[in-house]
Nanobody
Framework: QVQLVESGGGLVQPGGSLRLSCVAS????????MGWYRQNPGQERELVAT???????RYADSVKGRFTISRFSAKTTAYLQMNNLKFEDTAVYYC????????WGQGTQVTVSS
């Protein structure tokens, strides 16, 4: 059974930091590209950052310079380090694994509020 389990979300003040984790099980993690997406109610899910199996990264313009995506194959985990958070970063963040098949996690809420 394939599972992607996100954690690390929460409430943070503007300018603060959070690190999201996505632990994958049931897949050959090393061959999957991993991604983080976010979504607010009534809006489309949008790409935040992706990292290929080979380690190449891509970021949405809105998070460049503030967020860092990484992966640690030994722990089958992808991370999203989020610094200098802004109000507009508030959303449910979802982890995606993209390879022979596509899988999604259940999401973790990030709320940026003073």
């Amino acid at each position: 059974q394939v599972q992607l389990v996100e954690s690390g979300g929460g409430l943070v003040q503007p300018g603060g930091s959070l690190r999201l984790s996505c632990v994958a099980s049931g897949i050959s993690f090393s061959i999957y590209d991993m991604g983080w997406y976010r979504q607010n109610p009534g809006q489309e899910r949008e790409l935040v950052a992706t990292i290929t199996a080979g380690g190449n990264t891509r970021y949405a313009d809105s998070v460049k310079g503030r967020f860092t995506i990484s992966r640690f194959s030994a722990k089958t985990t992808a991370y999203l380090q989020m610094n200098n958070l802004k109000f507009e970063d508030t959303a449910v963040y979802y982890c995606q694994a993209l390879g022979p098949k596509e899988y999604w996690g259940q999401g973790t809420q990030v709320t940026v509020s003073s």
